[in-house]
């Protein structure tokens, strides 16, 4: 079955277009693009100073995960919202992941995915183990989550749950990857990141132990975190909004 988890550029301008995809993401969380808008290719190009492949590339992708849908006459719209509908999302995210845990432990997963999902955790190790990361650490850490996330809906041996998967995922911010700068750049990022990686592998011990309602249950606690860390940006975007002097905001706001 095709990966529910669309990879990203190959190479060259994967890091651009990751880079890409993360700043868009906060733009649309913060209002910066508002639902309705529609996005022209060539003002990001000159907005975020990458090309317009990485740029393409970050668009595609966010069309998949919800946040832009595609127009008739080409180019993408902002899709429209509210932090519920997010939150609702990660939520169904981590009760279909919990399902595909649970079978993966109860049916016995494949050797081979198991094993490749635990090279996949010591490589997110060797990024962790770094005191700070730095983007290209942080992009590495991106691509390694989608990975593993796409092992365990493998594990389930379920199509059925891995349509149902490669479906919420497509929700507004439900994607395992949907992070944002701030999430990225926040002092925590690394320590959020490591609550994260300890919650992987504790899944995927409780899996090859067939522990099937631990390995539901550790999945489902794992989608918290992000509905935890989106409340946060959320709610860092207000206070910097309230800080914002009026003169600004209203510059800002003008046409």
């Known amino acids: 079955m095709a990966s529910v988890y669309t990879d990203e550029p190959a190479e060259a301008g994967a890091s651009q277009a990751v880079r890409a995809q993360l700043r868009l993401r906060e733009m649309i969380l913060a209002g910066e693009l508002p ?3 529609r996005i022209a ?15 393409r590339a970050a668009l595609v992708r966010l069309e998949q995960e919800g946040l832009l849908e595609s127009l008739r006459n ?18 169904l995210r981590g009760t279909v992941e919990g399902m595909a845990a649970r079978l993966a432990a109860e049916r016995g997963a494949p050797a081979a995915v198991l094993a490749g999902a635990s090279a996949c955790l010591a490589r997110i190790d060797d990024v962790l183990a770094r005191p700070a990361l ?24 379920s199509a059925v749950v891995q349509r149902e998967i490669e479906r919420v995922v497509n929700l507004p911010f439900a994607s395992p990857s949907a992070f944002v700068v ?14 994260a990686q300890d919650q992987h592998r ?10 099937g309602s631990r390995a539901e249950a550790l999945m489902r606690e794992h989608s918290r975190i992000a509905r935890r860390n989106l409340g946060e940006v959320m709610r ?17 706001r003008s046409p």
């Open 202 to 211: 504790q899944v995927l011990e409780a899996i090859t132990r067939r522990e």
């Open 74 to 91: 080409g180019g993408f719209a902002v899709r429209t919202f509210s932090e519920n509908d997010a939150s609702d999302a990660i939520e």
């Open 134 to 157: 730095d983007d290209d650490a942080f992009l590495a850490y991106v691509t390694l989550n989608r990975e593993f996330h796409q092992l365990l809906s493998e594990m389930s041996g």
């Open 236 to 252: 860092q975007r207000a206070e910097d909004l309230a800080r914002m002097p009026a003169a600004r905001l209203i510059r800002k």
């Open 35 to 37: 639902g309705g808008a």
């Open 182 to 195: 701030l999430q990225a750049n926040a002092p925590r990022a690394r320590d959020m990141l490591v609550v």
């Open 41 to 55: 290719e060539l003002a990001l190009v000159d907005l975020l100073g990458v090309s317009r492949t990485p740029i």
